[in-house]
């Protein structure tokens, strides 16, 4: 009990309080996750919402023909991947995967995903990449699914890495992306309209840890993909009962 409280209250202080620093990303990355890596799953499953609906919202049993993939060599590539949580949320449709390629530039967040997968059946599929996303590349081979999962937010220039992203995924390929959000001030449906503290207060607030929250995600996406399914909801923050942050579940395809 205490330790899971000190562990807690560790990974609040650095979340909240403790400053950021470092010349390069990777540096601040570090910075921030270093002394809160081991307290990031149990803190961030109240925080970041929506990450299992967005693993379910994924047609992973099927190739566009509507064959079944499970005996075809599909790659996954989780770009952003933290401590790998996405590993356990696909449970056994992980198997599907010929190859399942793990990008992070904290190499405390990976440390934890290489324990995480090394107590699976899936170590000899799982590859390491400790790299930037916007300029990973997998070779000569195409994914067949991406995912994003509140990494888009932390990446600077992430439309490099939703360019990255198209550049990587096969034709008829599926693209996952689940993150915070905030609608542009005059919002077109389905997105919802945010009032103006909305809109300005929580990219404010997240930007005090180079969380970047942004109007101009979704509808990059959209440009570049098709999209199959969008989701928005609100989410709670942990310790502040009254808060609800905006956030999207959204999944595409390469046409």
């Not at 309209?193 to 404010?204: I, Y």
């Amino acid at each position: 009990m205490f330790d899971t409280i000190r562990t807690e209250a560790q990974t609040f202080w650095h979340l909240m309080v403790s400053p950021v620093r470092g010349d390069t990303h990777q540096e601040r990355l570090e910075s921030f996750y270093a002394g809160q890596a081991r307290g990031y799953d149990s803190f961030r499953r109240r925080l970041l919402h929506g990450r299992q609906t967005m693993i379910d919202a994924l047609p992973k049993h099927e190739d566009p023909n509507g064959n079944d993939a499970s005996s075809n060599k599909q790659v996954w590539i989780d770009l952003g991947c933290g401590t790998a949580e996405n590993i356990d949320r696909m449970g056994d449709c992980a198997n599907h995967f010929n190859q399942i390629h793990l990008v992070d530039l904290s190499r405390s967040l990976m440390e934890v995903a290489k324990r995480r997968v090394a107590s699976t059946s899936l170590e000899s599929k799982v590859h390491h990449h400790i790299a930037d996303v916007c300029e990973f590349d997998i070779g000569h081979e195409a994914a067949d699914l991406i995912t994003f999962s509140y990494s888009l937010t932390m990446i600077p220039q992430w439309f490099r890495a939703i360019e990255r992203a198209y550049q990587q995924l096969r034709p008829g390929g599926m693209i996952g992306v689940v993150d915070f959000f905030v609608s542009p001030k005059y919002a077109s449906s389905p997105l919802p309209q945010h009032r103006w503290f909305t809109r300005t207060w929580w990219p404010t607030w997240f930007a005090m840890d180079n969380v970047y929250i942004s109007p101009d995600h979704l509808p990059m996406l959209q440009s570049r993909f098709e999209t199959v399914t969008l989701k928005t909801s609100l989410g709670k923050i942990p310790y502040l009962p009254l808060a609800r942050v905006p956030y999207y579940v959204w999944v595409g395809r390469k046409a």
